[in-house]
């Protein structure tokens, strides 16, 4: 292509089954948004857009990423939500830059260690997955302020969850959590905590630490009782 100049380009709400190699080309660009198309794979030229700090990826049909994805270093924003993704490469954990990552509405059942790489993260959306577990490096996010993981399979929470220091909402209703680590007790800045729909038959005896917390949702679990220092 001549676009040689080009900065933005929106192509959302067609009808693209893949992208052309020229888009390579456009080594200017900075903000390249597809979303609603039919895309099942990406142009191995997308690697060559080294300035590229907006991708915008939702509502495709993508069953994997490839992995030159790590290449894309100047990301600030990735949005990857109602695709088919089954698995991530671990070069996700190369975007060092990134700060807002959307996962939602895919088909994961785990998130790669290497996601404990991206420091600078503060919204991690992957909400509406098969999650069975998430990583201990989940806790090395220690710019994360929005966690949301509504509706997956998870039983259990890493007690590194704790280290995330900066979080001010975290969105687990409906998973199947029988149990909470203690360490929930050090999110002292958050003020939204969503657990309903889960299978809670105890709560720890950490809420009392939770001094900034406006909003505690517990709907629809086992407890029987719940503790003192609420």
């Known amino acids: 292509g001549d676009l040689h100049q080009l900065t933005t380009l929106k192509l959302s709400g ?4 893949s992208l052309p190699d020229f888009i390579g080309n456009l ?6 948004e597809l979303e609603d198309n039919k895309l099942q794979s990406l142009s191995d030229s997308l690697a060559n857009l080294q300035q590229l700090t907006f991708l915008r990826l939702s509502g495709n049909e993508l069953l994997s990423l490839p992995d030159f994805i790590g290449n894309l270093r100047q990301l600030i924003l990735l949005d990857l939500g109602k695709n088919k993704l089954q698995r991530l490469p671990d070069s996700i954990g190369d975007l060092h830059q990134l700060n807002s990552l959307d996962l939602s509405n895919n088909k994961l059942q785990s998130v790669p260690d290497s996601i404990g790489n991206l420091q ?3 919204n991690l959306k992957v909400d509406s997955n098969e999650l069975q577990s998430l990583p201990d490096s989940i806790g090395n996010l220690h710019q994360l302020k929005y966690l949301i993981l509504f509706r997956n399979q998870l039983s259990k929470l890493p007690d590194s969850i704790g280290n995330l220091q900066q979080l001010n909402l975290l969105v687990l209703f409906s998973n199947q959590l029988q149990n909470l680590p203690d360490s929930l007790c050090n999110l002292e800045k958050l003020n939204y905590l969503d657990l ?14 939770l001094q900034q917390l406006t909003t505690l949702d517990l709907e629809n679990n086992k407890l029987k009782n719940l503790p003192d220092s609420m």
């Open 120 to 122: 600078k993260l503060t």
């Open 196 to 209: 309903s729909s889960n299978k809670l038959q105890r709560l720890p005896d950490f809420t009392g630490n």
């Open 14 to 17: 067609n009808a693209l089954l």
């Open 27 to 32: 080594r200017e660009l900075t903000y390249l």
